[in-house]
């Protein structure tokens, strides 16, 4: 007979925390998000903790390079999508390995034969008013001038003019050459009164931009994430079925944690290329696995050898493989269980193999929800497909800025999709993936420092400073359906929702 779960399986939303007793220490700045990463024996540190509990969905919409630069920034790490060309892939990785923090490939350039009319679309386009002038129009081109605004006035001068006549040209341009570090390119731009810096190769190519905004906001990231070599690290997704290839080229283009992507990670398959890596690398790749929903799946990953371990089946906010397949899990329900058998191995074998929560984060109070519940840390998809940093587009919808944002087993990504436990990519007939807007809400760093200043705060009030310390202490409680109207505005009509009144007097 069929074995049924006795409990329900409960979301994100069916639980609160209770307060326990806080501190004077309790303090959100005291608060240290630290967390570990990959497995690691008891006593010892992890190969690599993340400086906060957050990492980016391996999707196309979500994980590229530049989200990958923008979340190690802030402490969190990036899975990039494997649902490309390896090439691609290791590009990505590679570019973010090669990323130094400050020096920007310009992605505004124009050629000198180009016209005022071309500046002024280039400029609404990328929204950028410094572009340098190259040979072949591109970022790395011979440096032939820059046009910024103070080149040329809209007002005075005629749309067909040509760039190589207004442009400030190289002659007068202050450069500096490609071995110059951070520290020196902010003092050649202040000691010069420069808003930019060209940086060139010995052959006057251009390599990259150095912005004096950008040293700022450099110097303000205390939690970045960087390897032994002062590098951004970075994740890449693989499947598996080419592992034996993609593997290879994502380690030699420096990734530093790869993580295996699939849906139903109860199976051969994940054994064999968790067994693969270990019988050519050992122990130093690191590699997560995933996704599982109970004691079982986590049993079978852990003891196949991954050093960190996915949660969740159906919850993502554009899977619907539930509703297809009829299989998955309540996020929170998995999540609980998972942790539980996490802690139980860890005391039989020493060993601590981090666990994350993937998918299902709607509110941010999810995400304190999913570390009181055990999590590690957690995946997110919805979450960063809203900022600019991801790759996806901006459009209008109905007047509201969105960003598109699609499954990783929906028809638009399906030609590389994972849906299909190990077979061939060809033959899927249906869709567990959607196609969709989600509302855009500008830049990672402003939202993430919100959401983290709130998981904070909850953290204070369970009397926390470290994560592990919130799961020693947290208290969950199961909400009733009254409770949850309760713990929203309600029994009074919000002004904002409400803007049409008369004064009466
Ligand atoms: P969310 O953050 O709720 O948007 O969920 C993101 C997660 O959803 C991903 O990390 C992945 O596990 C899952 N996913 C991605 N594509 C699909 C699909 O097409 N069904 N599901």
Redesign the pocket.
Known sequence: MAYIFEEPSRTFNAYLLVPGYSSSENRPENVSLKTPLVKFKKGEEPAISLNIPMVS???QAVSDDGMSVALATEGGMSFIYGSQTIEDEAAMVARVKDYKAGFVTSDSNLSPDMTLADVVALKEQTGHSTMPVTSDGTGHGKLLGVVTERDYRLSRMSMDEIVRDFMTPREKLIVAPADTTLKKANDIIWDNKLNSLPIVDENDNLVYMVFRKDYDSHKSNPNEMLDAHKRYMVGAGINTRDYAERVPALVEAGVDCLCIDS?EGFSEWQALTLKWIRDHYGDSVKVGAG?VVDRDGFRFLAEAGADFI?I?IG???????REQKGIGRGQATATIEVAKARDEYFEETGIYIPICS?????YDTHITLALAMGADFV?????F?RFDEAPNNRVMVNGSYMKE??????AR?RNWQR?DLGGQKKGMTF????DSYVPYAGSLKDNVNVTLSKVKSTMCNCGALTIPEFQDKAKLTVVSATSIVEGGAHDVLQKDKNPYVTNVG
């Open positions: 969905a391996i999707m849906s996704n996915k969740g919850g993502g906010s554009i899977c619907i493989t993937d998918g299902g984060i709607v995946m997110l998809g919805r979450y497909a944002y699609w499954g990783e087993g929906s990504a849906y869709e567990e993936g959607v």
